[in-house]
Every structure is written in structure tokens, then in C-alpha cells.
């Protein structure tokens, strides 16, 4: 597994991003993936979830009703839109890969992207 994150930058408030994470390897479907973020300063927070299908997905209350997280197993890739961005969303994103399922504790994932900075204008 290897993880490429892009799609981050700047945006103002109200508006949106596509961020994807491609992986590379050739197993991308036997893994959970996840989307998790750090500001400056705080610990990685968990974003979102999704399972090895797709068909399952959680998010962290933060983030819910706002973000969707979406996978293309033909891809080898993992999306998160992220529509209605304020600006507590600045952070950098990191995707992550896991084989225990959708998981929200940093320490379930296996494999980590070398993430991309959002930045939220008000």
C-alpha cells in the first residue's frame, strides 16, 4: 500500500474541496479506508470512515452532513468531499488504509498518506 493525498488548498468559507488518495499498491480493495486531519498544534482527529465495499461509511460528528467520503475500488482511490467548509476545517489531511474495518483511533490504521493542508478563509 502506498498512499498519494492530493486535492487540498485554499478556500473560503462556504465553499468546497475534493480531496483524493490514490493508492498505488495492488490491495487497495482489502482495506478500510479513513480520512484524518491535524491543525497546528492539536492531536490527528478522526474525519471519516469507509469500509473495504463502500457500502458502509461513519464520520465524526464534526463533519457529518457536511463531508462524504467515497471510495472507487476500479481506482485504487478514496475521495472526501467536503462541501460547506468553515474555517476550523484548516488542517492537514491524511489518509490512512486499515484492515479492522471502518475505525476511528489513528492507531487502526496501517498505512498512512503524506497528506495535504486545507485552508479555510472566513
Known amino acids: 500500500v502506498q498512499l498519494q493525498a492530493s486535492g487540498g488548498g485554499l478556500v473560503q468559507a462556504g465553499g468546497s474541496l475534493r480531496l483524493s488518495c490514490l493508492d498505488s499498491?495492488?490491495?487497495?480493495?482489502?482495506?478500510?479506508m479513513g480520512w484524518f486531519r491535524q491543525a497546528p498544534g492539536k492531536e490527528r482527529e478522526f474525519v471519516a470512515a469507509i469500509s473495504y465495499s463502500g457500502g458502509s461509511a461513519y464520520y465524526a460528528g464534526s463533519v457529518k452532513g457536511r463531508f462524504t467520503i467515497s471510495r472507487d475500488n476500479a481506482k485504487n482511490t478514496v475521495y472526501l468531499q467536503m462541501n460547506s467548509l468553515k474555517p476550523e476545517d484548516t488542517a492537514v489531511y491524511y489518509c490512512a488504509a486499515g484492515r479492522r474495518g471502518i475505525a476511528t483511533a489513528v492507531n487502526d490504521y496501517d498505512y498512512w498518506g503524506q497528506g495535504t493542508q486545507v485552508t479555510v478563509s472566513s
Open positions: 499498491g495492488r490491495t487497495f480493495s482489502s482495506y478500510a
